[in-house]
């Protein structure tokens, strides 16, 4: 596991692409004010990629016009355990504890491999 704290990890090394709130809600097919509120909601996460960048959520977060099944849950177990969105994020695109990195396991439909996963984190 990297010894640099999840909050410290550089978001846009990780994460190979990013979408506006604009483009996630084209993609959605909702509003941008949905979106925002999908945000709040913890449905999906958004970050400050780099200085000067707006919120951006990742793109792998969407796939087929919808939202990654198992993101919202995801999300909120570990906001539930005390994680940001920027931390979210870092650790669904970092690969330390999973064969491959979370978001992967996700998309891929082995959402319950990531879940336990992030039932024993501890922050």
Request: net charge negative.
């Amino acid at each position: 596991m990297s010894d640099v704290p999840l909050a410290d990890r550089d978001l846009s090394a990780l994460v190979p692409e990013w979408l506006d709130w604009d483009q996630v809600a084209e993609l959605l097919g909702v509003s941008p004010g949905k979106v925002r509120t999908m945000i709040r909601e913890h449905e999906l996460a958004a970050a400050v990629p780099e200085p000067g960048a707006g919120p951006r959520v990742p793109a792998d977060f969407i796939q087929d016009g919808l939202v990654v099944k198992g993101l919202p849950g995801l999300l909120t177990l570990l906001h539930d355990r005390r994680f940001d969105d920027r931390e979210c994020i870092a650790w669904l695109f970092t690969d330390d504890d999973l064969p491959g990195r979370p978001i992967d396991a996700l998309r891929e439909n082995r959402g319950s491999e990531v879940k336990r996963r992030a039932q024993v984190l501890e922050y």
